[in-house]
């Protein structure tokens, strides 16, 4: 069964990085395409970035040039580096695999000064 835990979240300024974790277990995120969701107050879940199952990315344009997904094999980790941060960043963050399966229990980020 893939169990997913995403970390990391927490308050931090405008203009200021954070790095979020989704350790995996159940699965090899070194062959697994993988992807991290964010859902907002008031609004639904929506797609932030994309990694497939070599080194491809994807970005929604909102985040694109402030954010990184990358793996650690090692680890069985995907980590979500966010600079820059916005207000409108706030969110609960989730990862998943893609396809996607049970969601996790999310981190929350809030850009607040």
């Known amino acids: 069964q893939v169990h997913l835990v995403e970390s990391g979240g927490g308050l931090v300024q405008p203009g200021g990085s954070l790095r979020l974790s989704c350790a995996a277990s159940?699965?090899?995120?070194?062959?697994?395409?993988m992807v991290w969701y964010r859902r907002a107050p008031g609004k639904q879940r929506e797609l932030v970035a994309s990694l497939t199952s070599g080194t491809d990315t994807y970005y929604y344009d909102l985040v694109k040039g402030r954010f990184t997904f990358s793996r650690d094999n090692a680890k069985n980790t995907v980590y979500l580096q966010m600079n820059h941060r916005k207000p409108e960043d706030t969110a609960v963050y989730y990862c998943?695999?893609?396809?996607?399966?049970?969601w996790g229990q999310g981190t929350q980020v809030t850009v607040a000064s």
């Open positions: 998943n695999t893609s396809p996607r399966g049970a």
């Open positions: 159940g699965v090899d995120v070194r062959g697994q395409a």
